[in-house]
């Protein structure tokens, strides 16, 4: 099946830096990533999306200046937390979609962000 | 606006077989999924259905009536491993999908 990897699974960092995740798919091309967070006992929140070669379309309420979105090819997106703060500590996860069933989205494992 | 209906949480026995509702409202309609999240991790896909019926697939099988907007995720012979949050999502018009909150499910012995 399709396979979705992100890294790193765990981070924590000071208040201030900034944190780049990584989304890959490792046996498909991905041509829409999607970029979610999830907070203790909820669900996903969309906060982005991506196609390969083009600027990301963030959701209402998501600061694109703080969630830096970039989908350089079709196996790999990045996003990066600039100037994290504690509230910014999350559950992050990419899907994407581009696999054989193409109305399906592959998760991968999430991220956790820890900000200090 | 879209919306996604669910119950929060469900408690069932081992063995035994439970029926998660999940209603919803969107504009327009290109499939409904559940996917399930254990604790920490992040969500596997279970079903997809996008036609009128049931989907049976082993132990779960997944129930969808457009007319109705409703559709459930049945799990017959639960085991221990089956607690976990199932999300409801239904891909819109624009195959964004729209997130149900999630029906935590408790399995006890």
């Known amino acids: 099946g399709a396979v979705v990897s992100q890294h790193p699974s765990r981070v924590i960092c000071k208040s201030g830096t900034s944190v780049k995740i990584e989304c890959r798919s490792l046996d498909f091309q991905a041509t829409t990533m999607f970029w979610y967070r999830q907070f203790p006992k909820k669900s996903l929140m969309l906060m982005a999306t991506s196609n390969e070669g083009s600027k990301a379309t963030y959701e209402q309420g998501v600061e694109k200046d703080k969630f830096l979105i970039n989908h350089a090819s079709l196996t790999l997106s990045t996003l990066t937390v600039t100037s994290a703060h504690p509230e910014d500590s999350s559950f992050y996860i990419c899907?994407?979609?581009?696999?054989?069933?193409?109305?399906?989205?592959?998760f991968g494992p999430g991220t956790r962000l820890t900000v200090t | 606006g879209q919306n996604i209906d669910q119950p929060t949480e469900m408690t069932a026995t081992e063995g035994a077989i439970v029926q998660i509702n999940c209603t919803y409202q969107?504009?327009?309609?290109?499939?409904l999924f559940w996917y399930q999240q254990h604790a920490g991790e992040a969500p596997t896909f279970l079903s997809y259905?996008?036609l009128d019926g049931l989907e049976e697939k082993g132990r779960f099988s997944s129930f969808l009536s457009r007319s109705k907007g409703y559709s459930y995720l049945l799990l017959k012979e639960l085991q221990m491993k089956d607690s976990a949050s199932y999300l409801c999502?239904?891909?819109?018009?624009?195959?964004?999908?729209?997130w149900g909150a999630g029906t935590k499910l408790i399995i006890k012995p």
């Open positions: 969107t504009s327009g309609f290109n499939g």
């Open positions: 899907s994407a979609r581009g696999g054989l069933r193409d109305y399906e989205q592959y």
């Open positions: 259905n996008v």
């Open positions: 999502a239904v891909m819109d018009s624009n195959y964004q999908l729209i």
